[in-house]
């Protein structure tokens, strides 16, 4: 089975992974940290400032797929620290209208490059 990978200037890939692969009329969006694309660094900051990056990079794919955030039907979010959910969900409420997305949300040890959160996505044609 051949894939089909779309990928943006906006986001950054840390290995050897495609932004998002189209299956059938599913998109699975790569899960994306709060890296600047300008820099190439993890964005410094506050879970509100990395969050808020992590759209950021993730709208850029979805939209290299011709897509929006109302197309998004699934998100899992990984927090280093759950003591941030409350501020993390506050941004997250503000990238999507309702009905929202289903979502899952992760504690977890670490993530890539010292990010306090990573966010990946399913979007559907």
């Known amino acids: 089975m051949s894939r089909k990978a779309f990928s943006s200037s906006g986001a950054v ?3 050897p992974y495609s932004h998002a692969i189209e299956s059938g009329d599913l ?8 890296v600047d694309s300008q820099t190439g660094k993890l964005v410094e900051g506050d879970i509100v400032e ?9 709208f850029e794919v979805l939209e290299a797929a011709g897509l929006t955030p109302d197309h998004v039907v699934k998100v899992n979010v990984f ?3 759950m003591n941030h959910f409350t501020a993390m969900n506050e941004v ?3 990238q999507f209208s309702e009905p929202f997305p289903a979502r899952t ?3 977890v040890l670490s993530l890539p490059l010292g990010a306090q959160v990573e966010i990946e996505m399913i979007a559907r044609r």
């Open 13 to 15: 890939s840390v290995g």
């Open 27 to 34: 998109i699975f969006l790569s899960g994306q940290t709060p």
């Open 50 to 58: 990395q969050t808020n990056q992590c759209f950021k990079n993730l």
């Open 79 to 81: 927090l280093t620290d």
């Open 92 to 94: 997250y409420s503000n």
């Open 105 to 107: 949300t992760i504690g």
